[in-house]
């Protein structure tokens, strides 16, 4: 199993971002896919999950902000973020949960410019 994060950047507040996860190994749908994120100074925080049985979940801090999806045809998990604050700036994660493993990805920073 591979996870590819992508899309992070420098963005100003009040602005957007998507990052993408492309999976590999095995389906989006069938696994408990996340994203994370790890603020400067904090530990690693989950953001949003989406799975078949529980559906979509957010932190508190980013409900009405953040909406993850998945697009099985291109085998990627998104993460679509607006509103953006520097309380969001942070490395983000993408994250798998298969048959009782968890999957990590590589970081992908992104930075809230106030």
């Known amino acids: 199993v591979q996870l590819q994060a992508s899309g992070g950047g420098l963005v100003q507040a009040g602005g957007s971002l998507r990052l993408s996860c492309a999976v590999s190994?095995?389906?989006?749908?069938?696994?408990?896919m996340a994203w994370y994120r790890q603020r400067p100074g904090n530990e690693r925080e989950l953001v949003a999950s989406?799975?078949?049985?529980?559906?979509?979940r957010y932190a508190d801090s980013v409900k009405g902000r953040f909406t993850i999806s998945v697009d099985n045809a291109k085998k990627t998990v998104y993460l679509e973020m607006n509103s953006l604050k520097p309380d969001d700036t942070a490395v983000y994660f993408c994250?798998?949960?298969?048959?009782?493993?968890?999957?990590w990805g590589q970081g992908t920073l992104v930075t809230v410019s106030s």
């Open positions: 190994g095995i389906t989006a749908s069938s696994a408990f």
């Open positions: 994250n798998a949960y298969f048959r009782g493993r968890g999957y």
């Open positions: 989406i799975g078949n049985v529980r559906g979509t």
